[in-house]
């Protein structure tokens, strides 16, 4: 097996009582799109500061390919910075921009010439070269930003929310536009954001961090399929947690007495017998009807319509259950007839799901997760 081309091994960093990163174990492989996820305040952007060398951990190792990088400055690690801000100089052209680093370590200027022209064609801005940041959108200064760090060839770049500025449309595009020059340069991404749909679009694996742990490390579809504790369940997407206790195991399969008064199987997720725990299932995986329409297929529970908001492509519907506890379906606006004959407020429904739609949760591993830190999936959020 290869060694990462990021570790980092126990590291901790606290500012004075307030303790940001907690003993952080992570392994970041050579290549990779990595993304650290979470709300404001969870430790994400003081790990990419403590790997950039801009912040000194208190506990721990920082390795880059198998090397310390402990102590050294920012400027003397193999890696690169883009931040929100840009960080461009006013007073230079964009060639020179991009420029800068190269001719601080004095190469040839027709090679730093070549490198320039390729890295400004890569973001689509050589028709830019003599243009100075003033004159350019948000976006292409961000693309300028993006080539001034990815043309010094560092072993590792770090991103700190750089499409937080942008509004929403151009964000879109160009977290595909740097995804495609991540996989054409081949170089190490580490990208900072609290965006979750950002980090399910862009990123090879995700590190999910509530108040400086790490929740759960996973490819983008394990992370939204199968999340691993309540806070994650609940942060990317649109929460549905059903608490109940494990009355049983068998093999590799739990029964769960939900606290809505019915009992559902699901892969046990090492859960024990005793142990309290939620059930998800995703909005988007629920069946919906009425009540009085007869038994439904499948597991389910049952409950009373609070709301339903027409969102364009999809009608979003919650229902309380027993206990308070709600439960919100997402349900695809594919017929309008159909549309029409969803179940309004206070109207009595039953929920289903196919078995393999159903998983279970533990508790987060850190403390619970405030609820106006957590948006649903379908908001996208700007800034930090």
């Known amino acids: 097996m290869s060694e990462p081309n990021v570790r980092l091994e126990g590291v901790t960093k606290a500012f004075g009582e307030l303790v940001a990163v907690r003993e952080l174990d992570l392994d970041i492989d050579r290549g990779e799109f990595f993304t650290l996820l979470g709300p404001s305040g969870c430790g994400k952007t003081t790990t990419l500061r403590i790997v950039a060398g801009f912040e000194e951990p208190n506990e721990g190792r920082i390795l880059i390919d198998g090397a310390d990088v402990a102590g050294l400055p920012p400027h003397r690690r193999p890696t690169n910075t883009v931040f929100q801000s840009y ?21 040839d200027r027709g090679e730093v010439d070549r490198r320039v022209r390729e890295e400004l064609e890569r973001v689509g801005l050589a028709a830019e070269a003599n243009r ?60 900072v ?27 983008p579809q394990e992370v939204y399929e199968r999340p691993a504790t309540t806070f994650v369940a609940g942060f990317i997407g649109v929460s549905n947690l059903m608490p109940g ?16 008064g019915v009992e559902v199987r699901a892969d046990n997720n090492g859960l024990s017998t005793g142990e309290e725990c939620h059930a998800v299932v995703r909005p988007e995986k629920l069946t919906i009807r009425r009540a009085d ?39 695809p606006n594919a017929d309008e007839a159909e ?25 987060s591993t850190a403390a619970p997760f405030a609820e106006d830190a957590i948006e649903p999936l379908m908001t996208s959020r700007g800034g930090s």
Do not use: C
């Not at 009355?247 to 399969?253: D, H, K, L, R, Y």
């Open 87 to 107: 960080a461009l100089f006013p007073h230079l052209s964009v060639h020179d921009n991009v420029a800068y680093g190269l001719k601080r370590k004095r190469l």
């Open 293 to 331: 329409d007869g038994a439904a297929d499948g597991p389910g529970v049952e409950g009373m319509v609070e709301s339903s908001l027409y969102l364009g492509t999809a009608t979003q519907i919650v229902v309380r259950l027993p206990g308070d506890v709600r439960m919100t379906v997402l349900v």
């Open 132 to 191: 100075r940041p003033n004159q350019l959108s948000g976006g292409q200064q961000q693309r300028v930003a993006l080539a001034r760090a990815v043309v010094n060839l560092p072993k590792v770049l770090l991103l700190d929310e750089p499409l937080g500025a942008l509004d929403l449309k151009l964000r879109k595009g160009l977290q595909i536009e740097l995804k495609r020059i991540q996989r054409e340069v081949g170089i190490t991404f580490v990208y």
């Open 245 to 260: 206790t494990v009355a049983s195991v068998n093999g590799e399969t739990a029964t769960v007495r939900l606290d809505a």
């Open 339 to 363: 549309r029409q004959r969803l179940p309004g407020g206070g109207v009595d429904v039953r929920l289903s799901w196919a078995p393999e739609h159903i998983h279970l949760v533990r508790g």
């Open 193 to 219: 954001t609290h965006d979750q749909e950002e980090a399910l679009t862009m990123s090879d694996r995700i590190a999910v961090m509530n108040q400086g742990v790490v929740e759960q490390i996973a490819r």
